[in-house]
């Protein structure tokens, strides 16, 4: 990962500049790192904005070309979280916690987002970018997010390396990336139980942009949704969607 | 559908167009078609390329916005191949099978495929990118081909308007593309099934990539999937693949 760099002082969205390098069909090999100072236009999941600091955070995007179909992509999106929980913990010290599918939470308020695209044959991935925001150095969240955000160095009360974070992480994915191509899912789904309190026996409700569904959460199956069983004792097992209520 | 239009006189592959003219964040309006009368880098699925004859075939692209998850992606295919299957029938007489899951043939050989690409969230389709070609008025065919291609001026004898197909296809394709966001994909497996001979009882081979599925076919399952009754009885359900052999 981040043999081949492409950095930038200020570019609209590190995942919108991988997306037109792949559309021009440049030779883009496995493990293109795009990393930004700024964004003038972050992007989160569903067409969210992502608050993009000046050198404040880390903003950066890995471009992947996994051997998988469409519906293991989410696979990679808990490995990218289970790589940055690690690499912050080992770095900051702080308690890192998983939201799921892949928030990475401190003290219950929000400091990475995850945005995985893909670009593939209907059965089969070309392309994954991976998108992946980090407050780091933050003295402050705009106010209309400081209420549900925050930053390693809120959290922490000092400055935090970005650099080192970064190195960290990458060396992490990297592993989990080459675990995965030998082994399958398990090792990332067993890391991300382990690691998220979300995993099991909590009381939740998600909107799958569809539906509502409230259960306690029973764990994560084979291809990554999360096993939630209902009042009624049903289990309903969740690909993806807006965990929006929580104890 | 068609009522943005890019008209090129050669270009490397509309699919290859359409997915410049997303990148770059241009307007593009859903329905947006993308035809050439020349393509220098046609492609077919997996990687493989599409012979593209100069003023002889309908090589095009359309761009939709599906509101449905990768998993259905590929739904959209099949519907692709009824509608041309129909455009095609009914302006030239000619009997079209469609071999599954979306070539159309005549007289058992190939005149036409459709590549569909996708860019999307794990979780939700943002664009899609629906390629057709078709050997309309190809007087001969490259020899490595000729023995399992064919067009539609060697099986019916007579030079056939380009124009006229992509019409009625249009037109075809927006009924069922409306009729799916109506009733979800059953008018399209109805259909699918209804016109190729390769949904019910026929012994075919499929290669996934991994494995080989050899058995008799029952039909589509509610996701498009192929049912295979195996030897032994267990019916095994494929979403992708290559059919290599069959009676």
């Known amino acids: ?31 293109t ?21 000046r050198e404040a955070g880390l903003y950066f995007s890995m471009v992947l070309f996994p051997k998988a179909p469409p519906s293991l992509a989410p696979l990679f999106t808990l490995g ?35 945005l995985s695209e893909i670009q593939a044959e209907v ?18 969240l705009p106010e209309e997010i400081a209420g549900r955000a925050t930053s390693l160095r809120i959290a922490s009360g000092r400055i935090q390396s970005r650099l080192e974070i970064l190195l960290e992480f990458l060396e992490e994915f990297e592993r989990l990336y080459m675990a995965f191509e030998r082994k399958g899912p398990r090792t990332i789904i067993d890391q991300w139980t382990r690691l998220s309190s979300f995993a ?15 259960g306690v959460t029973r764990g994560l199956n084979p291809l990554g949704a999360l096993r939630i069983e209902q009042t009624d004792g049903r289990v309903e097992e969740v690909y993806s969607g807006d965990l929006v209520k929580w104890e």
């Open 200 to 214: 099991q026996g909590r009381k939740i409700e998600i909107h799958d942009g569809v539906r509502k569904i409230a």
């Open 123 to 140: 059965d089969l991935v070309r392309t994954m970018i991976i998108g992946v925001g980090v407050n780091v150095n933050h003295e402050s």
């Open 33 to 53: 790192l795009i990393i930004a100072e700024a964004q003038t236009e972050g992007r989160g999941r569903l067409g969210r904005s992502w608050h993009s600091e």
């Open 1 to 31: 990962m981040g043999r081949n760099l492409y950095h930038f002082y200020r570019v609209d969205s590190t995942n919108a500049f991988a997306a037109r390098l792949l559309a021009h069909g440049r030779k883009v090999t496995e493990g």
């Open 80 to 114: 990218t979280a289970v790589a940055m929980h690690n690499a912050i913990e080992r770095d900051t010290r702080l308690d890192v916690d998983i939201k799921w599918p892949n928030d990475l939470l401190i003290d219950g308020k929000k400091m990475c987002g995850i």
